[in-house]
C-alpha cells in the first residue's frame, strides 16, 4: 500500500552537504517507483545553524524534527566552531535531538560486503563473514550524568564527568537488543565493565533479568577491553552488542572499520515515534567540498528508514542491493579503493546507484 510520508532532512555540515543530496534522490528514486509520497523538508542543524541563527538545534528545526515521520541527518561539526562554549557547538545539536525526540536506542550495524574484503587492514580470513549489529544506548551514561563540567579548587582546575544508569534505562534498551536478535541468530553479548564500574554492575544485573523474557536468545557478558580486542581478534564470533552509550560510541567506529571504511555505515536511532537516521562517520571537514566523501553510509541509512520506521522492508532491500550491484562493478570512493577498481567522486557514486536502483525492476 502507497505510504504518504514526512522527512525532516538535516543536511548539517562538512560532507553532509554533498552526501544527503544523493540520498535524497535514491529516496525520491523509490518513491517513484513504489508510488510513495515522501515530501522532503529541510531545516538547519549544527554549525550550518549557529551561522544562521546563533545556536546548533534552532527551535524551528526542533520542531519539524517532531512533527515529521522520520529525521535523515548528515553531520555536524567542524574546527570552525571548536571555539565556541562547550554548549553551543554544533554537536549539541545531535545529543538535543536524541533527547528531545527520546531516542534511547542506536542501532548500527556493521556487515562486510564481499567486494570489500580486500579494503579492511585486517586479513580476509579474519573478516569474511562479520555480520553484526552494535545496539547502544543513547540519551543515558557519561555524556548525561550530572554533576559535570569544570570547576576550579584549590590544586587547580578539574574536570567531571559522571556514569549514571538507572534500571529503566538499562531495561529498555536491553528490550530493543534481544528484540532484534530474534530477527538474527539469536545472540546477545552485552559490554560493560563490572569488575570496576558499579553502573556496569548494574548494567549486567538488569540485562541479566530481561533476558529471563527471551529463553530463545542466548546471553553473554564480555568487559569491555575484551571486547575491543576480541572485535579484532574473532569478530564473526558476534551478533548483537549491547553497550552504554561511551562504550558503544567507541566500539561501533572500531566494527565500523573491520569493514573497510566507516563511511560505509548507516545507523537508526530509535525509540519513541520519530526515528533518525544518519551515517556514523562525521563531518570531515578535512575532504569536504571536494565530492571524494563515501555517499553510502548516508544512502543506507535511508535504507534502514524505510525498514524500521516506515516497514517497507523490499524497499529497503531494493536500495542494498543497488550499492551492492555498483561494488561489484569495482567502482569505489578513495576511502575504500583497491588496485583495479576504478575511483568515483561523492556524486558518480551517488548516481550509479541511483541507475542501479532505478533499473532493477525493468
Known amino acids: 500500500m502507497p505510504l504518504t510520508k514526512r522527512i525532516a532532512v538535516l543536511a548539517g555540515d562538512g560532507v553532509g552537504q554533498e552526501i544527503v543530496p544523493q540520498a ?100 580476509r580470513e579474519v573478516i569474511e563473514g562479520i555480520d553484526l549489529l552494535v545496539v547502544r544506548e543513547l540519551t543515558g551514561g557519561i555524556y548525561f550524568g550530572k554533576p559535570k563540567g569544570i570547576e576550579r579548587t584549590e590544586a587547580g582546575l578539574r574536570g567531571i564527568n559522571t556514569e549514571v544508569y538507572t534500571e529503566e534505562e538499562i531495561t529498555r534498551i ?21 569488575n570496576v564500574l558499579e553502573s556496569s554492575e548494574l548494567w549486567r544485573q538488569v540485562v541479566t533479568e530481561v533476558h529471563r523474557q527471551y529463553p530463545d536468545v542466548e546471553l553473554r557478558h564480555m568487559y569491555v577491553d575484551n571486547c575491543a580486542m576480541q572485535l579484532i581478534r574473532n569478530p564473526r564470533q558476534f551478533d548483537v552488542l549491547l553497550t552504554t552509550n561511551l562504550f558503544g560510541d567507541i566500539l561501533s567506529d572500531e566494527a565500523a572499520m573491520l569493514t573497510g571504511s566507516i563511511g560505509m555505515l548507516p545507523s537508526a536511532s530509535v525509540g519513541a515515534t520519530v526515528g533518525m537516521y544518519e551515517p556514523i562517520h562525521g563531518s570531515a571537514p578535512d575532504i569536504a567540498g571536494k565530492n571524494v566523501a563515501n555517499p553510502i553510509g548516508m544512502i543506507a541509512s535511508v535504507a534502514m528508514m524505510l525498514r524500521y520506521s516506515f516497514d517497507l522492508e523490499q524497499e529497503a532491500e531494493s536500495i542494498e542491493r543497488a550499492i551492492q550491484a555498483v561494488l561489484a562493478q569495482g567502482y569505489r570512493t578513495q576511502d575504500i579503493a583497491s588496485p583495479g577498481t576504478t575511483v568515483v567522486g561523492t556524486t558518480e557514486m551517488g548516481a550509479r546507484i541511483l541507475d542501479h536502483l532505478q533499473a532493477g525492476d525493468r
Open 174 to 194: 536491553a528490550h530493543v537488543a534481544f528484540t532484534a536478535a530474534r530477527k538474527r541468530r539469536r545472540l546477545v553479548t552485552s559490554i560493560d565493565k563490572a
Open 24 to 123: 535524497v534522490s535514491v529516496l525520491e528514486a523509490v518513491a517513484k517507483r513504489c508510488g510513495h509520497t515522501f515530501t522532503c523538508v529541510y531545516g538547519p542543524v549544527g554549525g550550518e545553524a549557529i551561522d544562521k541563527t546563533g545556536m546548533p538545534l534552532p527551535p524551528e528545526t526542533l520542531t519539524l524534527a517532531k512533527g515529521s515521520d522520520a529525521v535523515l541527518l548528515g553531520a555536524v561539526g567542524g574546527p570552525k566552531w571548536e571555539g565556541l562554549n562547550y554548549e553551543q557547538r554544533p554537536e549539541r545539536a545531535l545529543l538535543g535531538l536524541r533527547e528531545q525526540l527520546g531516542l534511547f536506542g542506536n542501532l548500527r550495524p556493521a556487515k562486510l560486503y564481499p567486494e570489500l574484503a580486500d579494503a579492511s587492514t585486517l586479513k
